[in-house]
């Protein structure tokens, strides 16, 4: 299962949740789903703006959760 580190981000970067949502102009609530692992796909798009807005690489965004 994979997971994202969006809130550990956010906070590397003194970065709110608010603030992403607008950038990506996305809503909170979907953010909040990809945060929590309640979406079954992401758009390339959402992952490559997830990077440049978190200043971070893929492999710094998401987690590979072998065990689940």
């Given at each position: 299962m994979l997971s994202f580190n969006i809130e550990e981000?956010?906070?590397r970067n003194k970065k709110?949740?608010?603030?992403l949502c607008q950038k990506m102009?996305?809503?909170?609530?979907n953010l909040n789903r990809?945060?929590?692992g309640e979406t079954s796909s992401i758009s390339f798009k959402y992952?490559?703006?997830l990077c440049?807005?978190?200043n971070c690489t893929l492999s710094e965004l998401?987690?590979?959760?072998?065990?689940?």
């Open positions: 981000l956010l906070k709110s949740k608010y603030w102009n996305i809503t909170n609530r990809i945060i929590n992952l490559e703006e440049k807005y978190l998401i987690n590979i959760n072998k065990d689940a």
